[in-house]
């Protein structure tokens, strides 16, 4: 046969391989989102002074697949006015490219279902597209709060989409590819978070803005927009917005943070050790990136939309062109791998610094003298 590739170094014909690689993406994808709905429970939990789940099973451990239960056996409810096939459709439409996405993901340097040439253009265009979902699942809900949440949800995503852009193209500026396992290969001595701090921080910005989680949950605000584009999905519709699509997101984003900055399988230990080494040390460094996505989400106050767009328009995407810029620039003038990206390591540090002072002049507020000042000033005025 012409066509061989090997599961774990079995032969087989290419589309039984496929299909048996995607079958396991797809397993995998729902217990680990399973894993993280429970775990993100207990994590909120615990930084709320409360225990989460208990009741369900030892320790709360089933309350997952008792949620899944009864979403699945919930009555379908949908508005008399709504748009029948776009209200459908979207739920897929919001979920399909954050499945697509998890199938250019290489988990160990052997393993993935596919390896692209181009795959983290493929990844970063694919997983746009589900801002059409949102924007399908608000026009379509005839409600107003859906419909103000899915012009919020596109606002949010296309802005951020370019920071996030960004911040990967300086990456891969540096790795001189566009294969996640070529980036991968080059950061075996050295993560790429060490000489390119700055993209990490605006991606990981971005990323929390994309999975439109605390402090960017502004689409689907429970307090002003009652849920937002999902306000009328109900039982298997919702479920496959919120645990799928969300979480498989979560996931599958941090393993490509964990790819881009962190090293993926490589790092630290190299790529001799073996597949099963390889998926834990991938698996650790997504679990880390999930971590801090729950512990931010848990902590921070939700952004007023103002506050939102202002934050990447003037701050994040400045800083990301600059990145860009000093990387295309180092790059041409220094012909030494090592003392190049020493050079971006420094500079980009010093931009990050200098982000921060930014966004600490922005954010602090008046002292109390000021306050008092400015309150009399205006009564003197008036």
């Given at each position: 046969m012409a066509l061989l590739w090997g599961v774990f170094g079995i032969?087989?014909?290419?589309?039984?391989?496929?299909?048996?690689r995607l079958n396991i993406v797809v397993l995998v994808m729902t217990l680990v989102v399973m894993f993280l709905i429970y775990l993100e429970r207990k994590v909120v939990g615990r930084i709320q002074m409360r225990l989460g789940p208990m009741r369900t099973g030892p320790y709360g451990t089933l309350q997952s697949f008792a949620d899944a239960i009864k979403l699945l056996t919930k009555e379908d409810v949908r508005p008399a006015s709504a748009d029948n096939l776009l209200f459908e459709l979207a739920p897929y439409v919001t979920f399909v490219p954050v499945f697509m996405t998890l199938v250019a993901l290489p988990f160990t340097e052997d393993w993935g279902v596919r390896d692209l040439q181009l795959g983290l253009f493929y990844i970063v265009a694919v997983s746009g597209v589900n801002t059409i979902g949102f924007i399908m699942a608000g026009w379509a809900s005839d409600n107003k709060y859906a419909l103000l949440g899915a012009i919020r949800a596109a606002a949010q995503l296309i802005s951020y989409e370019i920071p996030l852009i960004l911040a990967v193209l300086s990456v891969s500026m540096v790795a001189g590819s566009l294969n996640l396992r070529e980036i991968v290969a080059t950061q075996h001595n050295v993560p790429a978070v060490v000489y390119q701090p700055l993209p990490f921080f605006i991606l990981l910005t971005a990323v929390i803005a994309e999975l439109g989680r605390r402090?960017?949950?502004?689409p689907i605000g429970e307090s002003e927009l009652v849920g937002g584009p999902w306000v009328e999905y109900s039982g298997i519709r919702w479920?496959?917005?919120?645990?799928?699509?969300?979480?498989?997101?979560?996931?599958?984003?941090?393993?490509?943070?964990?790819?881009?900055?962190?090293g993926g399988y490589e790092w630290p230990f190299g790529s001799d050790v073996g597949w099963p080494l390889q998926i834990a040390l991938t698996t650790v460094k997504a679990m880390f990136m999930i971590l801090v996505f729950m512990w931010i989400g848990a902590t921070f106050p939700r952004l007023r939309i103002d506050q939102l767009?202002?934050?990447?328009?003037?701050?994040?995407?400045?800083?990301?062109f600059l990145q860009v810029a000093v990387n295309a620039i180092v790059l041409v003038y220094i012909d030494?791998?090592?003392?190049?990206?020493?050079?971006?390591?420094?500079?980009?540090a010093a931009l990050l610094l200098a982000m921060a002072y930014v966004i600490y002049q922005v954010t602090k507020q008046p002292s109390r003298a000021e306050r008092l000042g400015a309150m009399a000033a205006l009564r003197s005025t008036t």
């Open positions: 032969d087989m014909n290419v589309g039984l391989d496929a299909f048996i402090p960017f949950d502004i479920s496959i917005i919120f645990a799928l699509g969300e979480y498989a997101a979560m996931f599958g984003l941090s393993v490509l943070a964990s790819i881009l900055f962190f767009m202002a934050f990447c328009w003037k701050i994040l995407l400045p800083f990301a030494d791998v090592t003392a190049a990206r020493a050079v971006i390591g420094v500079i980009s």
